[in-house]
């Protein structure tokens, strides 16, 4: 049983640029969730996706969007990058109505 | 929404001697409270969790409590160890898995030898 798999690890951007950070379920979920964890901080919801579209977000502006792709593998895509961006994007993929999380390791992006 | 506050934001412990980490809660709709551990340069990892309808739950050396009243819950952790220094979180949600979660800002544990 393969587990989360988030790429890249590490990002650099410029103020004002996009990224697309991908992310690769565990074999079995059809749930994809992305968080914001800023340094020294919890975990942020940003939103979840279930049968390729949005299942609910959090406080993020517009700017923040995502996709589901058939194999349930997932994006998350930022515009117009802002120094508070920075953060480590976590992924989580769990199987509709069951409990827990399995969260990916992460990619850690800097905004300069 | 939900808030979820969290204390102590460090704790630091004898190897063997016993770490408690608390929560609370401000949505009273919330059932679902996991726990997450933090390895560095890693993602959180489920340890332990609790339904609103269990007051106590315990495997191996955690456990985990739960007053819904106060609206509050607890992580013990008996017999530390040093694998067990890491950064902990708890959360809180409506509903078991799939649904958003609300965490608390996390408790840096060091075990120290």
């Known amino acids: 049983e393969t587990g989360v798999t988030q790429s890249p690890t590490h990002l650099i951007k410029t103020r004002g640029q996009q990224v697309t950070l991908r992310c690769s379920s565990q074999?079995?979920?059809?749930?994809v969730s992305w968080y914001q964890q800023a340094l020294g901080q919890g975990p942020q919801f940003i939103f979840q996706y279930y049968r390729e579209e949005e299942n609910g977000r959090g406080n993020f502006p517009p700017r923040f969007s995502g996709l589901q792709f058939p194999n349930y593998s997932s994006e998350l895509n930022v515009n117009a990058l802002e120094l508070d961006d920075s953060a480590l994007y976590l992924c989580?993929?769990?199987?509709?109505?069951?409990?827990?999380?399995?969260f990916g390791s992460g990619t850690r992006l800097t905004v300069v | 929404g939900e808030n979820v506050e969290q204390h102590p934001s460090t704790l630091s412990v004898q190897e063997g001697d016993s770490a408690v980490i608390k929560c609370t809660y401000s949505?009273?709709?919330?059932?679902?409270f996991p726990w997450y551990k933090q390895e560095l340069g890693k993602g959180p990892q489920l340890i332990i969790d609790?339904?609103?309808?269990?007051g106590e739950k315990k495997d191996q050396r955690i456990a985990v409590t739960l007053n819904k009243t106060a609206k509050h819950f607890s992580l013990h952790i008996t017999e530390t160890q040093p694998e067990d220094s890491a950064v902990y979180f708890c959360a809180a949600s409506m509903t078991g898995g799939g649904n958003k979660l609300t965490f608390g800002t996390g408790t840096q544990l060091k075990v120290e030898l």
């Open positions: 609790i339904r609103s309808n269990v």
């Open positions: 989580a993929s769990s199987f509709l109505g069951a409990e827990g999380y399995t």
């Open positions: 074999s079995g979920h059809n749930t």
């Open positions: 949505d009273s709709a919330s059932n679902y």
